[in-house]
């Protein structure tokens, strides 16, 4: 028996049938547990043999590599797994072998809500009939009607479906048409697309499946309990009745529900499609006995057993009003960071120890200036969205051009960027505005020095000198005497400083042959690049918290209508819709356990908008903690 594992956990690392289902609790060891049993499986390997390890989130990607590289080493990992997100592996399916459905070649990901939205509103422009079936004339009406159709075309897509499934709807089928069509005309596809092809390709072109299934002789899929219809059935496509999958998750932090996910795959369909074995982790070996009381309240069905030997702290704070919230909270850290903890590991804490969690970002506006304020550093994850999101015009204008560098059917982006640069000509090419002789005083110059810039990494393409293309802008920018604003210099400053975090990472993870500036791209638009430390505080949503965890955590901003969030509130109390407010139960239960030892939760009384001061109530999580 490997060294202190419990019986559950060892009976996960020694499982040696072919379907396992492993329910996870809160800080039952579950990487720990997944870890082990992916080398045990790696020893039974032989070579050309591979183990695919899917997990939902990059930095979850990245602790489990660096887990396995410790006992295994570079080498052998990279020989015998493959371990990424579902979307990074399902991406080399669709562009090794799209062909094979008549998807063109060198795609790329149409990451951005509003570049699919600009798409979508002209597949509408380009069908009149749809135009005068479904829109008026009132602007904004039509505008709603408009994302609305977007965001039932994607949940259609996460259901697997094309548009030869609307056949009863001839103006619906028109449109989906269209918008795909015009999404491969531009190269690209979106993040529904991609699980969407994968799925084709695996189910209607079996040979590729059989070659898939020589190298792959088993799966294992982390934070199960999020899984939608579309990436489990490219699951179930891929491993056929040839590849044992094993699956670990927990119903009870399953958050995902607008994107389709449901707990129902690893509750009752894994088990009866894959006749698997089911095993329980109840331990809990991180959470103070007061954090997992409070997580019990939440979720009745939190059942632990091991519980951890520390006491811990968990308090409920009301306060009058926001800033009086925010002022407690610099306080008690200004505390901890003094003291310590008798709870907490040699009684010390970091800034890197402690995590300030909230519904939605905009709970942290006061907080972020006391931090500020107080030279706390922190890093804000609020988004997993945004990997090309530069600030600045000058480096937006950059990262444009390598878009357009590796997809010159990208006339989006040429649009984009010809706007950008204050261009009144309309380009057919990127190479037309880069040879642009009379754009804006402004950009003359700015023209010049990103031409010089794209060259270079166009010169060699078996060493893309990306460094040195930043380099080269940085030293412009800081010999920019009187042309540049010096807050825009900063922000160009920060925006090149992400720009190479993203490229030190993307070598970091690839090796030289591989290595593209169409690969790069692809990669940061899936999200692989920003792999750097996080830095001092964690200010947190709480959907960007999962799977992390803190000895300190301040959840905050805990008002009905905020946590819960106001439209599963609404839905409830029009009894409408009950899974919304389950939903946001589930993220109260993932925040409170991200703590380890200490959970401080905080509420004002009254709340600032721009209609005036407005009265607020405690949520019914924190009345049904306090009861």
């Known amino acids: 028996m490997s060294s202190s594992l419990s019986n559950a956990q060892q009976a996960v690392v020694d499982f040696s049938g072919k379907n396992l289902l492993v329910i996870a609790g809160a800080g039952s060891g579950k990487t720990r547990v997944l870890t082990e049993r992916i080398k045990r499986i790696i020893s039974n390997l032989k070579k050309g043999e591979k183990i695919l390890a899917i997990t939902f989130s990059n930095k979850a990607t990245e602790e489990l590599k660096e887990r396995l590289i410790e006992s295994l080493g570079k080498k052998k990992l990279e020989d015998f797994t493959y371990i990424g997100t579902i979307h990074s592996f399902c991406f080399d399916i669709v562009t090794s072998r799209g062909s094979s459905i008549g998807l ?47 965001d039932d075309l994607s949940t259609a897509k996460r259901n697997l479906k094309f548009s030869d499934d609307y056949n009863d709807d001839p103006l619906i089928q028109t449109l989906f048409e269209e918008y795909d069509n015009m999404l491969l005309q531009q190269g690209v596809v979106d993040f529904d697309d991609i699980l969407r092809y994968t799925f084709q390709i695996l189910t209607e072109r079996e040979s590729i499946s059989r070659l898939y299934r020589k190298v792959y002789k088993y799966i294992c899929i982390d934070e199960a309990q999020d899984l939608n219809k579309a990436q489990y059935e490219v699951i179930k496509a891929l ?7 094993t699956m670990v998750g927990d119903p009870n932090q399953s958050i995902y529900g607008f994107s389709g996910a449901n707990n129902e795959y690893i509750n009752k369909i894994f088990l009866d499609d894959f006749n698997a074995q089911k095993i329980q982790l109840y331990e809990n070996y991180r959470s103070s006995k007061s954090v997992i009381a409070a997580a019990n309240k939440i979720e009745k069905s939190f059942e632990v057993y091991g519980i951890c030997k520390y006491n811990g702290e968990f308090e409920i704070h009301e306060f009058e009003n926001e800033q009086l919230e925010a002022d407690y909270i610099i306080e008690k850290i200004k505390l901890l960071l003094k003291s310590g903890h008798p709870d907490v590991e ?34 804000l994850k609020v988004s997993a969205k945004g990997s090309f999101s530069s600030e600045s015009d000058f480096v937006k204008a950059f990262e444009l051009g390598i ?24 380009y057919q090419t990127f190479e037309e505005l880069r040879n ?92 692989n690049a920003h792999t750097a430390r996080d830095k001092g505080i ?10 992390l965890e803190y000895d300190v955590v301040f959840i905050m901003g805990l008002n009905d209508g905020v946590f819960p969030d106001y439209r599963a509130v609404q839905a409830f109390n029009n009894s409408k819709d ?17 703590s380890k030892r200490l959970c401080y939760l905080t509420y004002p009384l009254l709340k600032e908008t721009p209609w005036g001061i407005k009265p607020q109530t405690a949520s019914r999580f924190v009345l049904e903690l306090e009861s």
């Open 104 to 150: 063109p070649d060198e795609l790329h990901i149409c990451e951005s809500y509003n570049d699919r939205l600009h798409i979508f509103k002209e597949a509408i422009e380009s069908i009149p009939s749809f135009k005068t079936e479904y829109l008026g004339l009132d602007a904004k009406e039509n505008q709603k009607i408009i994302k609305n159709l977007l």
């Open 239 to 245: 491993a056929g009745d040839q590849i044992g999958v």
């Open 346 to 379: 040699n009684q010390v804490i970091t800034l890197e120890q402690i995590a300030i969690i909230a519904r939605n970002r905009y709970v942290f506006k006061r907080i972020e200036e006391l931090l500020n304020a107080n030279n706390f550093e922190f890093t």
């Open 403 to 426: 878009r357009l560098l590796v997809n010159n059917r990208d006339k989006l982006h040429l649009v984009e960027l010809s706007k950008l640069i204050n261009s009144k000509r309309k």
């Open 436 to 527: 642009e002789k009379s754009p804006s005083d402004y950009w003359r110059s700015l023209i010049e020095v990103l031409n010089d810039a794209w060259n270079l990494l166009l010169k060699n393409e078996r060493e893309i000198k990306f460094h040195t293309a930043l380099k080269l802008l940085r030293d412009f920018i800081d010999h920019s005497k009187d042309q540049l604003d010096e807050h825009e210099k900063i922000l160009i400053s920060e925006d090149l400083k992400s720009w190479e975090i993203n490229w030190n990472s993307y070598t970091k993870n690839s090796s030289p042959g591989e290595r593209s500036l169409g690969n790069f791209v692809r990669t940061v638009s899936l999200g």
């Open 538 to 547: 964690a200010l947190t949503t709480v959907h960007m918290s999962k799977g």
């Open 578 to 594: 009950k899974k919304q407010i389950v939903e946001e139960k589930h993220n109260m239960f993932v925040a409170i356990t991200r």
